[in-house]
């Protein structure tokens, strides 16, 4: 059974839920001490933080003024660089025994301001990013992962009508090497 981190997930209540019988799917920051917890209590995971995750984020506010509460925008190459390992490294947890707690990863795509207009253009190609990191695990950066999004997008919008979010400028696209940025 899968259920979000909330206040049935905070240490004071976590011993009420069995880890054999619950996996948590976890929507706080990455930086929350909820994460470190519950992989050391022996629960899996399902990684979907908000500082990282949220597909909605970064669009202005559909109550009150102003941007919504979890902008800025989360970019494809922020969310490539989603790395569970690191996050539960930054708070002290080395252990690859419970990195193997995380048992994968979702982008979260609320839906007080999508639909069918602009749905598909918030969810891809940011959430191939995200497949591809917790798919491979790579080494390596966003930047080398570029050349293979920019392909596999386009493969998507013709071959199965999916059509996302422009990563690069079609010409780009057409003269590979030619207009690459260097890296940064």
Known sequence: ???WTSHMTEPEFLHYLDPSIYTVQYWESSTNKQLPNLVKKGFQVIMSNY???????GFGAWV????????????WQKIYMNDPKKYLAAQ?????????????GETAMWTEQAGDQNAMTKIFPRSYALAERYWS????????????????NSVM??????????LKPEWCVQSQGI???NKF
């Open 1 to 3: 059974m899968i259920l």
């Open 92 to 104: 002290g947890v080395t252990d690859p025994a419970l990195w193997s707690k995380i048992v994968g």
């Open 157 to 166: 919008e013709k071959q199965r009508g999916i059509f996302g979010n422009t």
């Open 137 to 152: 695990d790579p080494a390596t950066g966003w930047f080398e992962a570029e050349p293979r999004l920019v392909y596999f």
């Open 64 to 75: 009150g003024e102003g941007n919504n509460w979890c902008s800025p925008y989360k970019g």
């Open 179 to 181: 207009c690459k940025l």
């Open 51 to 57: 500082d990282d995750l949220y597909l909605d984020c």
